[in-house]
């Protein structure tokens, strides 16, 4: 069993940056593919990002590409996104997700990752 701990949301203005982190538990973080989702009210969740287990590869959703970047520190067992000139259209709960690392075939699907934390705000408004 892995367990996921997001932090680091809150409210910002647009052009502002965040950074959110995934804490692991129960397993090593480095045996899993990570990924973060978001979803927006009455919208359905919608991946924002990947990074295998190794951290060579990466994939980003095009609305995120060149503003958001993925990274992680198997060390800490942790994960971060970094988000910077935010939109409005970035307002959500964003999650982390972990999935096994064979399934990066289905790293952009909600159903492909085992393992999900409880989410952090994320707020842009003026």
């Known amino acids: 069993q892995v367990q996921l701990i997001e932090s680091g949301g809150g409210l910002v203005q647009p052009g502002g940056s965040l950074r959110l982190s995934c804490v692991g538990s129960g397993r090593t973080l480095g045996l899993y593919n990570m990924g973060w989702f978001r979803q927006a009210p009455g919208k359905e969740r919608e991946f924002v990002v990947s990074?295998?287990?190794?951290?060579?590869?990466?994939d980003y959703t095009d609305s995120v590409k060149g503003r958001f970047t993925i990274s992680r520190d198997n060390a800490k067992n942790t994960v971060y996104l970094q988000m910077n000139s935010l939109k409005f259209e970035d307002t959500a709960v964003y999650y982390c997700?972990?999935?096994?690392?064979?399934?990066?075939?289905?790293?952009?699907?909600?159903?492909?990752?085992?393992?999900w934390g409880q989410g952090t705000q994320v707020t842009v408004s003026s």
């Open positions: 990074i295998n287990w190794s951290g060579g590869t990466t």
């Open positions: 997700a972990a999935q096994t690392a064979t399934q990066w075939s289905s790293r952009r699907i909600v159903n492909g990752y085992n393992y």
